[in-house]
């Protein structure tokens, strides 16, 4: 990629902007600097940071709010590589280099030195790193790791979990260990884990019931992962975490009432 031209650009609050197609063998990135932007089908709102990434034959954005017009700077480059990877069409910036500073920078260079060759290499360079550094995915994850933790008795599979995440069953745990530093299995097990915690912990629910409350496939598994992870039985967890003033004599019966009845919070 060679640096060809950098502009500055403000939308004007009283007339509509007129997109343009980036033309064959170029790219064209546009930086939002100030104002908000929308963008896609559902014309999702984009502020300061975001930074669009169009390839040949990409339209430009246009569509802003008379409220906040749009800033940005653009860096059009020609693509000197025959090939040309597919990119994330928008990604925020997440450099600790903030884009503000970035911005600054490559200003005060290209005005006092215009174009040069260290100059296209630092702005393709920091460009690229954060457009690398994005995925798509990671709101997708946020929202199957609420689930899984909502609802970890469900029959969760390496299949489903990765159609969430539109991801391939062969990547779910590369982006799992990278973004949760374990596999998709083992966040399974340790949010079942919890939950059979909870129950040990919070009520009378016998522990033959938990298996199946918690998503394991049967008594046998769920007390080998229990005692993997925690060191007890479940019944030695329940009988260490149960409230110190649940007197041991009471009867099952009783103690579920008692249970009940102290369970109900302090004003």
């Not at 902007?17 to 600097?33: C, D, Q, R």
């Not at 040069?116 to 994850?141: A, M, V």
């Not at 969430?164 to 949760?180: C, M, Q, Y």
């Amino acid at each position: 990629m060679t640096l060809k031209n950098i502009k500055l650009y403000t939308a004007p609050s009283n007339q509509a902007v007129v997109p343009y197609k980036v033309a064959e063998g170029f790219n064209e990135i546009e930086l939002i600097t100030d104002g908000e932007v929308f963008f896609g089908k559902d014309k999702n709102r984009y502020g300061p940071g975001s930074v669009f990434w169009h390839q040949a034959g990409d339209e430009t954005v246009y569509l802003t709010s008379k409220e906040k017009p749009y800033s940005c700077v653009n860096f059009i480059f020609e693509n000197t590589s025959e090939y040309d990877h597919q990119r994330n069409r928008i990604f925020k910036w997440s450099s600790s280099f903030s884009y503000f500073d970035f911005v600054n920078e490559v200003l005060g260079s290209y005005f006092q030195n215009g174009i040069n060759s260290e100059l296209s290499d630092f702005i393709y360079h920091n460009l690229n790193w954060n457009e690398k550094k994005y995925s798509p995915n990671k709101g997708r994850l946020k929202n199957l790791i609420n689930a899984i933790q909502n609802n970890p008795a469900n029959h969760w599979t390496s299949t489903n979990m990765a159609a969430l995440l539109k991801i391939s069953t062969s990547s779910l745990n590369r982006f799992f260990k990278e973004e949760v530093k374990s596999t998709a299995h083992q966040f399974l097990i340790s949010q079942r884990l919890d939950k059979a915690r909870q129950l040990l912990a919070s009520t009378e629910i016998p522990i033959k019931n938990l298996p199946e409350l918690t998503g394991f496939g049967g008594p046998e598994s769920f007390c080998r992962s229990f005692k993997q992870s925690t060191g007890l039985t479940p019944r030695q967890y329940r009988l260490k975490h149960r409230p110190d003033n649940i007197p041991s004599a009471l009867t099952d019966h009783r103690k579920e009432k008692f249970w009940v009845l102290n369970r109900v919070d302090s004003p």
